[in-house]
């Protein structure tokens, strides 16, 4: 009996050592298999700080004048450095303490670098567009919405100013009417898309494009001369920039479609944040607006072919109002019979007599352009009795440098400026680009949208050492470390 008591008392022992090797095993192993998938889920994170700390590293100026957010990316390896800097600690963050604290999920080997930017001149300058769309809808939604109110109220009311021009139009009779018609038909009013005709040149300050095609051309001398005579006229003694910028501007491939709340939302940017005749910029072009309208770089031909598009859009509507209003045609006509009545020439008379309107019009159109100029508003649609001069004084008063009566419920420059940026919003974004890229450069001659990012794709790997198993191979049988890699692409949203 006693031999076999000894033998069972170490199978008891064996047993239980047997049974807790198992249980160690078993639970150690589910551990550390935890412990890997929270490295795992832990690396995407550190990626995502780390690129995110970085994109914290915007061009302030760029912000703080435009409110736009880019990082400037014109070292690539300074950029590397940063973000191996910011990752880091994200991957071990006992690092630097003084008293060292056990790190379960502490990332070794860390590696971490940006595979791909994404540049704001990309896809037409799709971010920029999506950046000024963010600003404009949730900063300034309630002075826009009065902005635009007032273009209703400063033109009284769209539909009253028809009726009222259809009433007028009534009262003349149908024969005078269609003759005028006929005779309006054989006159350019010069009503063209200004970018598909390049503008005049002015003292040899435009660029190569424009001298190629303007230089030896009839029209575009007869276009040179009328713009100057324009500016001469409806800024009599007013001192105008002759600021030239560079024509470089940045390769903006592509275009962005936008509805028409967008195209009006882009407009208010550029009104917002630019200068124009009325408050000139100090920094490279003193008439922004115009600039971005129009795309060349001298401001005087900017200028030049905003006031000669204001004067087109005032003349018609200032001719409108002679032609449908009876005692004010009735001058026309009246004078025409006095001038030309005597020859018995058929016709003559009739042709004489719009003549006498296009020359009203237009007079009345410079004493509108200078009080617009001049920070003032003149109504959209003018009745008669808003009219400041007569047939037989409008000669006096563009040469004596009247201007129109400032009229409350009109509109102003900035308002047309609206109306015509809206129309160009297919050239808009990159001239925004190039008109920000001369004020940076002033301070910063190396700023270029091109090596600006707003956004980009991040990988990164890193290893984790096993604890409770240094040899661990279930993920992979060549290390005794767990590798993992993450891929994240972070933006200014």
């Known amino acids: ?28 192993a589910l551990l550390e298999t935890a412990r890997y998938r929270a490295f795992a889920s832990r690396l995407p ?81 799709e971010d920029l567009f999506r950046q000024i769309m963010a600003i404009m809808k949730y900063q300034e939604a309630a002075d826009i919405a009065e902005k635009l109110k007032s273009l209703i109220d400063g033109s009284e009311n769209a539909q009253d100013i028809m009726d009222q021009a259809a009433k007028e139009g009534d009262e003349l009779e149908d024969t005078d009417w269609q003759e005028k018609a006929n005779e309006l038909e054989k006159i350019d009013m010069g009503l063209t898309d200004e970018d598909e005709d390049p503008p005049p040149a002015f003292d040899g300050q435009v660029n190569e494009r424009v001298k190629d095609d303007v230089g030896g051309s009839v029209i575009g001398q007869m276009e040179n001369i009328l713009a ?12 105008i920039s002759n600021a030239v910028i560079e024509s470089y501007a940045p390769d903006v491939e592509g275009s962005v479609e936008m509805e028409f709340y967008e195209k009006v939302l882009l407009g208010e940017y550029v009104l917002s944040y630019f200068g124009n005749i009325n408050s000139p ?82 007079g009345e159109a410079i004493l509108d352009l200078r009080t617009i100029t001049a920070g003032r508003s003149v109504p959209f649609y003018k009745k008669a009795a808003q009219f400041d001069s007569t047939l037989a004084t409008i000669l006096s008063h563009v040469l004596s440098g009247d201007a129109a009566s ?33 004020n940076l450069r002033a301070e910063d001659k190396g700023f270029t949208f091109s090596k600006l990012l707003y956004g980009f794709k991040v990988s990164a790997s890193g290893t984790v050492r096993g604890l409770f198993f240094p040899a661990y191979r279930l993920y992979t049988e060549q290390s005794k470390e767990f590798v993992c890699s993450a891929e994240s692409i972070r933006h200014y949203s």
């Open 45 to 125: 994170q550190a990626v995502n700080a780390a690129a995110d700390s970085l994109l914290a590293c915007y061009d302030s100026r760029l912000f703080a004048e435009y409110g736009l957010l880019y990082y400037d990316n014109r070292d690539p390896l300074m950029t590397d450095l940063m973000l191996r800097a910011f990752f880091e600690p994200e991957a071990d963050p006992g690092a630097g303490l003084i008293i060292k604290k056990p790190q379960l999920f502490k990332i070794e080997k860390p590696d971490i670098t940006i595979k791909e930017g994404y540049s704001p001149v990309d896809n037409g300058g």
């Open 406 to 438: 400032s009229e409350n419920g009109g509109i102003g420059y900035e308002m047309y400026m609206r109306f015509f940026l809206y129309q160009k919003n297919d050239v808009v974004l990159p001239r925004i680009m190039h008109m920000i890229e001369t």
């Open 228 to 239: 100057q005579e324009l500016l001469s006229q409806v800024l009599p003694g007013r001192e």
């Open 281 to 362: 910029s100090g920094q490279g072009l003193a008439y922004e607006q115009e600039y971005i309208l129009f795309g060349f770089s001298s401001d005087k031909v900017n200028l030049a072919l905003t006031i000669k598009q204001l004067f087109y859009f005032r003349a018609g509507m200032d001719l409108i109002t002679i032609m449908v209003n009876k005692p004010l045609s009735s001058q026309a006509k009246g004078m025409a019979q006095m001038l030309v009545g005597w020859t018995g020439i058929p016709g003559l008379a009739g042709v004489v007599e719009i003549g006498l309107e296009l020359a009203w019009a237009f």
């Open 1 to 28: 009996m006693t031999p076999k008591m000894k033998n069972d008392k170490g199978a008891v022992t064996v047993f239980f050592s047997a049974v807790m090797l198992i249980l160690i095993a078993f639970f150690g």
